[in-house]
């Protein structure tokens, strides 16, 4: 049952990515798109650009050895139109657009990235069959090879972009820490690409934390310790990265309020960096206002696609 379940949603992507990279019959009309009940949902993604609201539906994406794989990029192709309305019903999600051109989407995504105000998100997430979100088991981040490699993979933009980001005025000694440290490679990039910084991170996996301190542990200090838990990991960074404040990891109400208590370990005019390989779950602008953030910026761009994605940059405010 599974696999049939695994082929029938396969088949529906694949489909998806065919009607959406195709030019529309009647550009400017109201169309409807919808999404029925099941994993698809979460893949429904708002951009606000400009004051305006554009929804789109990200699909699988093939890797440069054309297999189908999630990704947090979103390309312009992914976009249906400018909102009208949405609704639910029996079918699923109704979803009320106006069409638009291939080339109006590009300049869509162009514009995004020049205005400040700009944000993608994802209103559903992912949920169980009674409705609660779902939450992938502890045991599923217990490190494997093959897990380690889909993770380091499908993060290789953010990576790089961080890196470049930080780069650009971070300043020798800062301490920078990553809660949810997972394999390590994002890390030990950062140390690599700033050495005069002093990298940590940690992670409640044991065997996460031990692949990590074999791999990188000359570059990285290594915590095994749980984010969530009482007493905090570092009482004070320089930059804080949160990237597993995410739909699949755990729950919107809890990523909210680990983000409120993470917080409070950045020092005044430190930076905290948000992203993630799911959807970002806490409402960002909110938090900013409620944690005494700056919001710098939400999105960012790889520069060869011009894919879009949720890179979340805040500075904390100073008394």
Known sequence: MREQTTRQRLRR?????RILRTEPVAPGSWERFVEPLGAGLNQIFILRCRGRDWVGRKTLQRDERERLRSDSRIGSWMLLGPLGQFHWGDEGLLLDYHAIRRNDKVTVFVDALEDPHSEIHFPFPALERD??????????????DALARELDDGEAHLRHHCC??????????????????STGTFIHHLAQALPG????????????????????????????????????????????????????????AEAERLLRRLVSTLVPGG???????????????????QCALTLVSSLASCGITGQLFQFYVLTRDTP
Not at 173 to 178: F, S
Not at 271 to 286: D, E, N, Q, S
């Open 13 to 17: 992507e694949l489909g998806l990515e």
């Open 131 to 144: 409705g609660r979100e779902f939450v992938c088991p502890q045991d599923h981040w217990a490190f494997t």
């Open 164 to 181: 470049r980001l930080l780069r650009s005025w971070l300043k020798p000694g800062a301490i920078i820490h990553d809660p949810a440290c």
């Open 197 to 252: 910084s002093h990298c940590i991170g940690s992670d409640r996996s044991p065997s996460m934390i031990e692949a990590a301190r074999s791999r990188y542990g000359r570059s990285v200090e290594f915590r095994l310790a749980d984010a969530a838990s009482a007493e905090l990991v570092v009482d004070h960074c320089d930059v804080l990265v949160l990237r597993f404040l995410n739909a699949e990891v755990m729950t919107r």
């Open 271 to 289: 930076r905290l960096i948000v992203f993630g390989h799911t959807p970002v779950l806490p409402a960002m602008r909110y938090l900013a206002q």
